[in-house]
């Protein structure tokens, strides 16, 4: 891969119009969402996505997901259903990804769906991602901007620390709010949890009115995040720790003795805010890392899940 020079951008009428360009020329720009940051390209240009991969050495078999500015945008592309109106009325703009069919002469690349005949697409709540999308008038794909397997982005500090030199531009619109990467729904078949995130697994449950398919670990990749070994720092990561063991630092959940806390409060949504963040700045230190215990319900599913995969066997 070709060095180059990373603009940082401020998310002003200036910058994002330097961002909309440098998308149109097929050049990757990272840009904030309320989960967290995202690597755009246009979905739409081959070449733009497969420099998506190349620039978070990503593999070519993990699906993207296409950012999109409207219900009225992903039924460009998607065959829309009864079901996904349901869940878009509900929680679109949010951090919610519905899988779908492709419809025909949907012009996206065949990279961003990883050969397969359904997209994951979603429309971010942020208001400068909003606006990006406007601009560019057609869809991003947008995976985290890390290097692949790494800990999610959730400042544009975090985005340099990774992607410097390997992207066209940072669109900085300070920290994230929500922390965690959406919930991806997949609604080809049977409706089904592809990969819990920022909207409660119960909460969906509730729109639809009938219980989701969980996915299996032995599944075919369908989305993105489900990878066995994902978000993962550099140093080790042990789980549900009381204490710390030899060298270990411990990142801790409520009310205990640690050397970062995730919400002394023991508050959910704070912890998913803060989660790769604390992940980040315990990395630095080069020691292992030790996480409490986390309450396996709400936000707490998908914090879990994410620890467990940061936890797993590297390859």
């Not at 509900?90 to 996206?108: C, E, I, S």
């Not at 560019?136 to 975090?158: E, M, Q, Y």
């Amino acid at each position: 891969m070709i060095p180059c020079h990373t603009q940082y951008l401020s998310a002003d009428p200036n910058g994002l119009a330097k961002a909309a360009d440098l998308l149109r020329r097929g050049l990757l720009v990272a840009f904030p969402t309320e989960t967290v940051y995202g690597l755009g390209g246009d979905a739409r240009n081959g070449e733009a996505v497969a420099a998506i991969y190349a620039a978070k050495g990503r593999p070519s078999f993990n699906p993207l997901i296409a950012h999109v500015g409207s219900v009225k945008a992903a039924q460009r592309y998607v065959q829309w259903s009864d079901q996904a109106e349901v869940l878009a009325n509900a929680f679109w703009p949010g951090p919610l990804t519905l899988v779908l069919p492709l419809r025909d002469g949907h012009g996206v690349s065949s990279l961003v769906t990883a050969g397969l005949e359904t997209l994951a697409v979603r429309v971010p709540a942020h208001p400068t991602a909003q606006a990006l999308l406007e601009a560019l008038d057609g869809p991003v794909a947008a995976p985290s901007a890390n290097p692949s397997g790494r800990i999610s982005p959730t400042t544009a500090a975090h985005v340099r620390a990774g992607l410097d030199g390997r992207i066209a531009a940072v669109l900085d619109d300070g920290p994230c709010g929500v922390g965690l990467e959406s919930t991806i729904v997949g609604l080809a078949g049977t409706p089904t949890l592809l990969r819990p995130g920022g909207v409660e697994l119960q909460a969906i449950e509730d729109v639809l009115g009938s219980r989701l398919h969980l996915h299996q670990s032995g599944d075919l990749l369908t989305a993105p995040g489900q990878l066995q070994s994902h978000y993962a720092p550099e140093s080790s990561v042990r789980l549900n720790a009381q204490t710390r063991q030899g060298d270990e630092l411990l990142l801790g959940f409520g009310a205990v003795g640690c050397d970062y806390n995730l919400s002394v409060d023991g508050n959910l949504n704070e912890a998913a805010a803060n989660l790769f963040a604390a992940l980040h700045d315990l990395d630095k230190t080069g020691r292992p890392i030790a996480v409490s215990p986390i309450p396996n319900d709400g936000l707490g599913v998908a914090i879990n899940d994410r620890l467990k995969r940061a936890a797993a066997p590297r390859d």
